[in-house]
């Protein structure tokens, strides 16, 4: 089954890369493996995908542990300051930076590991449903405040969009967030790059590839839906 999900999958990121006159390898699929067993994740690992999204903490660094070395890890949920400490080492890239007060605390734990921690901002356009992101006029204050910090790297935009029965009404959210990205880059602020924009989920990835998504964090369309009751 999972074999089937991923080549479906991969199937629609191509055929969207073709609508937007986009190449391929500027989209990378995330796998999102929450809740999902490390069986299941190794058998995404045979079919060629490196890419993993936990949204946990705990789960994140239970699964680092059984899983081959060279998977990159993303941490896509909410991170409480307290728990920087034990992934700051461990994962690619955090893309849920919403705060000074976070970066601050990743600051300095990358700084005593002596790494540097690559981080996306976290941009609640949509402004509803969920508690967490920045508005979009704090976005570009808070990128100056946090590009002063010698250990981390803003490599771009997050954005969860919200759950809608036609990915089309979520088409507006993914432009708002490339153009940000936009205006952003033209202020060229050292030691900040917006080239990675992480959108677009089950539902919606291929419209978010349509309006330039280059990081999509696909979940139940390959490990199936997901059950928090067992
Ligand atoms: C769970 C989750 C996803 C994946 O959601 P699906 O709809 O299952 O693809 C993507 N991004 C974030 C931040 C998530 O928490």
């Not at 995330?30 to 058998?43: D, F, G, R, Y």
Request: aromatic fraction near 6%; include cysteine; proline fraction near 3%.
């Amino acid at each position: 089954m999972l074999v089937e999900n991923l080549l479906e999958v991969e199937k629609r990121i191509q055929e969207a890369c073709k609508r937007a006159n986009r190449n391929r390898d500027e989209v990378t699929l995330i796998a999102v493996s929450k809740t999902k067993p490390v069986s299941m994740l190794q058998e995404v690992y045979d079919e060629g995908i490196r890419c993993f999204g936990e949204n946990k903490v705990q789960e994140l660094t239970d699964k680092y542990d059984q899983l081959p070395n060279d998977i990159e890890w993303h941490m896509i949920g909410h991170l409480q300051r307290n728990k920087v400490k034990y992934i700051v080492d461990k994962v690619a890239l955090i893309h849920s930076v919403d705060s000074v007060r976070l970066a601050e605390t990743i600051e300095q734990e990358a700084a005593k590991r002596d790494v540097i921690a690559n981080i996306l901002i976290e941009v609640n356009v949509a402004e509803e449903d969920s508690k967490f992101g920045l508005k979009v006029d704090e976005v570009l204050p808070m990128i100056e405040e946090i590009s002063k910090f010698p250990h981390i790297r803003i490599q771009g935009l997050m954005t969860i969009a919200p759950y809608v029965e036609n990915p089309e009404e979520n088409r507006s959210i993914f432009a708002s967030l490339q153009k940000l990205s936009v205006d952003i880059a033209e202020k060229n602020i050292d030691n900040v790059s917006v080239k990675v924009l992480s959108m677009g989920m089950t539902n919606d990835y291929e419209v978010a590839i349509e309006e330039g998504a280059t990081m999509v964090r696909v979940g139940t369309g390959i490990f199936g839906e997901r059950n928090y009751n067992v």
